[in-house]
Structure formats: structure tokens, C-alpha cells
């Protein structure tokens, strides 16, 4: 429960409508008690108006205690719609408050957690599962909403009506007041169990759910592998497998819940059964009259749907405790990527490695061991190298997407550590090795980066990535709208896509991350071509697996299992033995290969 807690900065942010709540509760309920007292009138009036009647048996004033008492009943009937129309007429103002407040704090939590999201490292992005993230944003929200909104207003309603019926029950009769109230102990007992057990059952409800949208979510994602394994009926059942977890923890909760209502009702009745019995001694003995018996009688079976609620309500605020603890274990994640002294300095593009190791915090794979390099500004440095040599870690650094281990880098002469981070990543563009397009338009996503640019420079920079001709190949041109509902690209088409995307931010250090391995050799050497232009002014990290693009470069590293085996420009390192002139050796021979064969 403490976590809910977390929630109290909310009621104070909207404390007006919290106040107002409460208030149109407490009045709606008066216009609902005042009734009771009502009814108990009119049939104290009733009887004395039949006493009276029958005295005047046969004689003429009988007619006009007739019409009295019709007047009467007539009034007090008038009396008891009026207080019905200005209860509901507040029950409405309660809803439009609280139930209003409710949608407010669940919009306010929601962009609170996405805007925690977003600064959160990605090394959370790599522990904690996509579905698991979106669960928390949106069940877990709804689940909390159910306690901010209705839950809170039914438990308002309850706390006033019981204070408010009781005082009235006590000042009647405080003996049958107590005879009354004898089975609610029991009722209290009987919810506290229940309420620890919905608890425990709700928290397993939730991790199941979160386990299933995992499941949707990856199921949806690798549809393509699914279907071209023909895997579809494993994974039907594998979804139900997991669905019938979630039905049979779901199944044990309703059972607790479906069992709490009649205990309630069964308690209840036993109050009502009470109260006849002892109010019918009170009669007799003169201290009470059947007019109050039938008032107490309303008061008791006015308790009886808040307390019925007080079942839904507790297991509606256990719910909530376990969402909200779930969304605060996400809330409470601090990035440890911060800027130590959030510096701004005009930034050239020299980077300097000096003795850097790494080691991914997840896995405790160690990707880099004692990297050293410099590249001056507007220098351009390939990075070649066996698969999981670690050179998408030494991009991965040098944007600041992980914390370097031991061993420094700098930007400019500054370490990398001190720079504010998003200015960091504003001086730099990244094609990442795995492409991502939003589904939007070519030309938003081309402007990605840099949303002030003219169509003329986007047209330029998809010139640059050698795309522009398959774009005027599509009917809407750059207005061409990409993913779910749009068409989908070539895996080179995206390449290209994500490359001018780079291009177009006209960084100071660009960084490519083995972003034409899915484009064919003329292509590639299009680009390549049109890269030396670009490239002109800015530091450029060439990361690939081809001798052919790591040749642009002025210098390159050859990296293997973490470490530089060998460091020089193309003309050096082909001159000597090793693993670069291995495969330069390897690629042309391929190359030459291919052209024999096909020509
Ligand atoms: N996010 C991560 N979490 C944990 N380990 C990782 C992560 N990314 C990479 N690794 C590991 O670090 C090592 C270096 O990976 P890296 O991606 O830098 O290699 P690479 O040289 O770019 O490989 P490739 O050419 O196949 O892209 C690999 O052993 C890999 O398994």
C-alpha cells in the first residue's frame, strides 16, 4: 500500500476537485439520509391521522381529516422525490470531479513514466522486455486510475455515509444501534483476509499479463521468421499456453471476489433480522416506535451497497498497490548516464581513445580491451573487423550510449563524460547497423534529425545516398509513407533511407556503422563516390566488414576479439602481412571471382 503513496503529489495537484468531491459527496448524502427521517414522520403522522379518523367516526369533521391527511402524504411524498432529484442532481457533481480528476492523473502518469522512459540508459531498454514496458504505461496506468478514480469515490461515499448514518442511528437508539453493528467486526476480519489475498493474486495477474504482452509483442514483431518456419501453430500454442496462466490466476482471484459479496450480504441481512428483533423489545417496552424500526430498517439497507463496494473498492486499491509498485520499480530507475559538468563547447571532431576498456554491464562481455586511437577533425577512421570484434561498442562509446570502463575518451581535448548530452549527440549523425524508419513519410523520415531543412537539401542528401532515383520511382515520391500502413523498403532502400537521414544533419562527426552491407558493389560505390564530398570538414568513423569502404579512409584499425591488431591507412597495411592484407586478399579475389564467373 505504501506505494500508492507515490500518488499523494497528484491529489495535491488537483486538491480542488479532491475538495469539491467530497463535498458534493457529503451533500448528496444528506438528500439520501434525509428520506429515512421523512418516512419515519410521515408514518407517525399516518397513525395519528388514522387514530384521529377513527375517533371521529360518523361525525362530519372526518371528511376534512380525510383531506388533511391525503395533503399530507402528498407532501411528504413531494418531500422525498425532491430530496431523490437534488441527490442524483449531486451524485452527477461527484462524478464530474472526481471521476475528472482520475482522468487527469492518469494523462499526468502516463507522460510522467514515457518521459522516464526516454531518459532511461540502453542497457534498460536491453534488461527489460518491450511488452513488459508497455504493460506498465498502459494496464498498470488503467489499474491505478480504478483506485484514483471510482475506488476513491466509492471509499469517500462510504467513510461519510457510515458517519453520517451512525450518528443518525445513535441518537435514535444507541441499544439497537449496537445490536446492529454486533456483525461488523466480523465484516471488517472478513475483508482484511480477503484484501491480503487479492493482493497476492493480483500482483501474479499482473507479471502474467505483462509476460503475455511480451509474447504478442515479439510474436508480431518476428512474424516474417514465424511464418517462413512455418511456426504458426507452435506459437498458437504457446499463446495459449500463456493465456491459460493468465485465465487460471485470473480464476483464482474471482473466486475470492465472487465469494465476498454474499458474505457481505448474508451479514447484512443478520444486522436487519437484528434490528426487528431488538426494535420489536423496544416497542413493546414503549421506548421506540414502529415509525423508528422502519427508519433504521433504510439505514441499515443504506449501508448495505457501500459496504457491499467496500469488497470491490479494497480489491480495486490492492490492484493498484501492486500496478503502482511496478510502475514505481521503473520510476524510481535513475540513468546513470549523466553529464558531470554539462559543457557546450564548440565542438571540432577530434576523438581521442586512450587506453579504453569496456565491458557490457548485462552480459559482462568484455567488448573492448586497452583501445587507444586519435583522429584529428575532418579526418575520416574505418574500423574493420571479424564479427563481434567489438566495433559497434567503440560507436556505441563515442555517442554515450554506455559509460566508458576504464581508460578515457575525448572530444576536443574535453572528456566525453563532461559534455551535455543531447549537445554531444547534436554534433554527431549515426547510421546504426540495424535500420530503423518510423512510419511516416521518406521525407520525415529523412528530416529526422533536422527538422529545418528544405525539400531541395532533403532531395540532396537522398542524391548523396544514392536513393533519389528509386524515390521518383514510387507515385507520392518523398510524401511516400513507410512502415505498418505504408509500403515497405528494400533492406538497401532503408540502408539508404537512414544514411541520408545522417547526412542531412550535416554533423560534425558522422558515424556509419556497416551501413551498406545490404546495398550491391555498384551502388556502394556510388555512394562511397558521393561520400568523399560529404565527409569533407567532418571526422568520419567507418565501421564495416569491407576492405572496399574502409579504403576512403585515412587511417584504419583492425580490431580482433576487442583489441587493435594492426593500425595504418590502406597503402601501408596492404604492404605488410596481416590480418588486413589477408582480407583485402580474401574480398578481391571474391570480387575478381564473381567477375570471371558472370562475365
Ligand atoms: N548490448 C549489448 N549487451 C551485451 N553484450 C553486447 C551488447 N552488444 C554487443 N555485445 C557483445 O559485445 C561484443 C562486441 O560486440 P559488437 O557489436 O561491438 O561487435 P561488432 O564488431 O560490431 O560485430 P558485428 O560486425 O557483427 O556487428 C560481442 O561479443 C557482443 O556479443
Not at 467530497?22 to 408514518?43: D, E, K, M
Not at 466480523?186 to 491480503?196: A, D
Not at 565542438?347 to 573492448?368: C, H, M, Q, R, W
Request: proline share 3%.
Amino acid at each position: 500500500m505504501k506505494h500508492l503513496a507515490y500518488l499523494n503529489k497528484y491529489f495535491f495537484k488537483y486538491k480542488y476537485y479532491l475538495l469539491l468531491g467530497i463535498l458534493f459527496t457529503l451533500i448528496s448524502n444528506l438528500f439520501g439520509i434525509i428520506p429515512a427521517q421523512v418516512v419515519r414522520h410521515a408514518l407517525q403522522m399516518v397513525k395519528a391521522n388514522v387514530d384521529l379518523y377513527l375517533l371521529f367516526d360518523q361525525a362530519e369533521l372526518q371528511n376534512s381529516t380525510y383531506s388533511l391527511f391525503t395533503y399530507s402524504i402528498t407532501f411528504f411524498g413531494l418531500v422525498i422525490l425532491g430530496m431523490a432529484i437534488l441527490k442524483g442532481i449531486f451524485l452527477f457533481a461527484v462524478r464530474q470531479t472526481l471521476i475528472v480528476m482520475s482522468r487527469h492523473i492518469e494523462y499526468d502518469l502516463k507522460n510522467e513514466i514515457y518521459a522516464h522512459y526516454q531518459t532511461l540508459p540502453l542497457s534498460f531498454y536491453k534488461q527489460n522486455s518491450t511488452g513488459d514496458l508497455m504493460a506498465r504505461i498502459s494496464e498498470d496506468v488503467s489499474k491505478v486510475r480504478m483506485y484514483v478514480g471510482p475506488s476513491l469515490m466509492y471509499l469517500i461515499n462510504m467513510v461519510i455515509l457510515v458517519f453520517l448514518v451512525l450518528s443518525y442511528m445513535f441518537s435514535v437508539n444507541a441499544r439497537l444501534t449496537w445490536y446492529v453493528l454486533i456483525p461488523m467486526p466480523i465484516l471488517s476480519l472478513s475483508i482484511f483476509i480477503v484484501s491480503s489475498i487479492v493482493n497476492k493474486r493480483s500482483e501474479q495477474i499482473q507479471k502474467s499479463l505483462s509476460n503475455l504482452s511480451t509474447f504478442v509483442q515479439e510474436a508480431f514483431s518476428g512474424i516474417r521468421v514465424i511464418k517462413s518456419f512455418a511456426k504458426e501453430e507452435e506459437f498458437i500454442a504457446d499463446f495459449a499456453k500463456e493465456s491459460n496462466v493468465y485465465k487460471d490466476k485470473s480464476m483464482d482471484l474471482t473466486k475470492v471476489d465472487s465469494l465476498f459479496s454474499p458474505s457481505i450480504m448474508f451479514l447484512i441481512g443478520l444486522s436487519t433480522v437484528i434490528c426487528v428483533y431488538v426494535g420489536g423489545q423496544e416497542i413493546i417496552s414503549g421506548r421506540l416506535t414502529p415509525g423508528n424500526i422502519t427508519e433504521f430498517i433504510m439505514y441499515v439497507f443504506m449501508l448495505t451497497w457501500p459496504l457491499t463496494a467496500l469488497g470491490w473498492t479494497s480489491s480495486q486499491i490492492q490492484r493498484a498497490a501492486a500496478s503502482q509498485k511496478r510502475i514505481n520499480e521503473f520510476l524510481f530507475t535513475k540513468t546513470d548516464i549523466v553529464s558531470e559538468e554539462n559543457l557546450k563547447p564548440e565542438v571540432k571532431g577530434k576523438i581521442v581513445f586512450d587506453n579504453v576498456s569496456f565491458k557490457y554491464p548485462d552480459t559482462g562481455i568484455e567488448a573492448l580491451k586497452n583501445i587507444s586511437f586519435e583522429v584529428n577533425p575532418g579526418e575520416s577512421l574505418a574500423i574493420i573487423g571479424t564479427t563481434g570484434s567489438g566495433k559497434s561498442t567503440i560507436a556505441n562509446l563515442i555517442l554515450r550510449l554506455y559509460n566508458t570502463g576504464s581508460g578515457t575518451i575525448k572530444i576536443d581535448n574535453h572528456e566525453i563524460k563532461s559534455f551535455e548530452i543531447p549537445y554531444l549527440r547534436n554534433q554527431m549523425s549515426f547510421v546504426p547497423q540495424d535500420v530503423f524508419l518510423f512510419s511516416d513519410t521518406i521525407s520525415n523520415n529523412i528530416k529526422f534529425g533536422n527538422n529545418e531543412v528544405t525539400e531541395l537539401e532533403v532531395k540532396e542528401a537522398a542524391r548523396n545516398a544514392d536513393l533519389l532515383e528509386n524515390i521518383e520511382r514510387f507515385d507520392q515520391k518523398f510524401e511516400t509513407k513507410l512502415g505498418e500502413r505504408g509500403i515497405t523498403l528494400s533492406g538497401g532502400q532503408k540502408q539508404r533511407v537512414s544514411l541520408a537521414r545522417a547526412i542531412i544533419k550535416n554533423p560534425k562527426i558522422l558515424i556509419l556503422d556497416d551501413c551498406l552491407s545490404a546495398v550491391d558493389t555498384t551502388t556502394e560505390n556510388t555512394i562511397l563516390n558521393n561520400l568523399r564530398s560529404v565527409m569533407e570538414g567532418k571526422t568520419t568513423i567507418l565501421i564495416s566488414h569491407r576492405v572496399s569502404n574502409a579504403r576512403l579512409a585515412d587511417k584504419i584499425i583492425v580490431l580482433d576479439e576487442g583489441r587493435i591488431v594492426e593500425f595504418g591507412d590502406h597503402k601501408t597495411l596492404i604492404q605488410s602481412p596481416g590480418a588486413y592484407r589477408e582480407l583485402y586478399e580474401l574480398q578481391s579475389n571474391s570480387e575478381e571471382l564473381i567477375e570471371e564467373k558472370y562475365s
